[in-house]
T-cell receptor, first 111, second 113 residues
């Protein structure tokens, strides 16, 4: 049973606009969350993380929001750029080492 | 070597054959992991190792085995491959205890016929 879900397999956004990628989880014990970005034929690369003691973490154009009561996190990219086109995975962990990944959302930023 | 390397890049394998996917890291990370990526299922943990000499089972360990003889290497073996093991396999490493990222290799695309 999938403990981390990304219900939107794909998303298209105009360049310069905001991209919002969503992730839901079922295990209330998860206390650490990450977003990874993956280009074709490459391994995932770390993008941004958030601990459950926070509800927001920002790094440049990327912001992750965590809503523990809703068991929901989201990644905001603003402004979106064509180079952001990739598959984005969210991941969650209880121990901080064994992560459960979502199914991924393919983002296309249209120039 | 810089980071994590995996070999081979891709492989086509007959069902029933034995196959070992190789993974090497030079970051002195104590923890290493093997994932498989399948369409619609995301990345699923197969096996992990928190330190040399120890291994553990992930979400989908059946049909796979691992060993961790030293810090740098973490091979994944399919003793008798089956078509359902057709997938892209990623090796990753991290510093155990760090609430941070796992670093991923470039992946091995395996097709079992």
């Amino acid at each position: 049973d999938q403990q981390v879900k990304q219900n939107s397999p794909s998303l298209s956004v105009q360049e310069g606009r905001i991209s919002i990628l969503n992730c839901d989880y079922t295990n209330s014990m998860f206390d650490y969350f990450l977003w990874y970005k993956k280009y074709p034929a490459e391994g995932p690369t770390f993008l941004i993380s958030i601990s459950s003691i926070k509800d927001k973490n920002e790094d440049g154009r990327f912001t992750v929001f965590l809503n523990k009561s809703a068991k929901h996190l989201s990644l905001h990219i603003v402004p979106s750029q064509p180079g952001d086109s990739a598959v984005y995975f969210c991941a969650a962990s209880v121990t901080g080492n064994q992560f459960y990944f979502g199914t991924g959302t393919s983002l296309t930023v249209i120039p | 070597i810089a980071g994590i390397t995996q070999a081979p890049t891709s492989q086509i394998l007959a069902a029933g054959r034995r196959m070992t996917l190789r993974c090497t890291q030079d970051m002195r990370h104590n923890a290493m992991y093997w994932y498989r990526q399948d369409l619609g299922l995301g990345l699923r943990l197969i096996h992990y190792s928190n330190t040399a000499g120890t291994t553990g089972k992930g979400e989908v360990p059946d049909g796979y085995s691992v060993s961790r003889a030293n810090t740098d290497d973490f091979p994944l073996t399919l003793a008798s491959a089956v078509p359902s093991q057709t997938s892209v396999y990623f090796c990753a490493s991290s510093l155990l205890g760090e609430r941070g990222e796992q670093f991923f290799g470039p992946g091995t695309r395996l097709t079992v016929l």
